[in-house]
């Protein structure tokens, strides 16, 4: 069994990764699905062998003081400077902020904008600007994003951002949600120091068993603990994530896959991993009836555009657009 969500991850490696192939980079990179096998991808060429001078600050960034954990999974995010900790720390809890603590919508989009600009400035200034086929230049310009901003660039708050950076939040953010659930999605050459697991005190599950739930599926308690463990993570969010079209797909499309999964083994539904929002619910069952009709399912969904076109979402504009409304009310959110 393989979430959505793991295919998103892996889509979205491939497509993002075609300049690097086409400028004839070598090597390449994995990322592991939620069924546990690796899906070779052409890489971005500095996440696969870091310069010595990265190296060495990578060294010194996980020597620090910072929480253990942090330390670990920002290693997997290498920059210029050293490591991204703020990755590491949205690992941990994806609802953790720091450039858009308190701000708003529109607020969190300039904070992001401005950040970028002045990585960009920064590169250029150092004689190297800003490679967009360098995995490491991609963590640099965004390390002063938390997960919260990522959502914000991913969506195109405001439309401050380019395709480009859109797609390069989107691979930041579905590499957190791999990590969270015990999947490695960072540069090949850093993957021996990879424990396949959740993060440990976050309340997920360690199941790794491949022995079946019950006897009418070949659902396994592993498969099922992946379901559960990326609706936590999901439902961890901060509010503004939760706002965005993109978490909302995402989400629907992990409930949908552990609900399918229940069904199969015959197995009740456990009530946390079942969202309470609108737009959750709505987009889950949208998913299930196209599936039951083999209508199919674009993984590409950054904004209500991407959504809508959707063949399953023919005719539902109108109540999904409702949806998306009442979910911001049901945060406690308004305006933008």
Known sequence: MTTISALRATDNYLSLSTVAEDAAQTGTTSLTNSSGSRTPAASISDSLSLSAEATVALTGATGTSMDPQVAYYAQFFPTRSGAGTIFGENILDPAATTLSTGLSGPEIA????????AEYSSMTASGQAFDFNSGVDWNTLMSGLDRTALAAVSSDQDGLFSKDEQDMAQSLMLQEEQFAIGNYAGPLNLESKFVSQPPSGQGYSFDSSDAMVSDTSNITYADI???????????????????TVQWAFGRASVQTQYEEDMDAAKQPYDPQYISNLSIVGMLSELMKNAQKIHVGTDPSVLNTTDL???KWAKGHEAAIEDALVSTRKELGLSGN
Do not use: F, H, P, T
């Open 110 to 117: 300039k904070a992001a904008r401005a950040s970028m600009d």
């Open 225 to 243: 603990a992946l379901s559960e463990n990326l609706s936590s993570y999901l439902d961890k969010a901060g509010n503004y994530e939760k706002s």
């Open 308 to 310: 809508l076109n959707e």
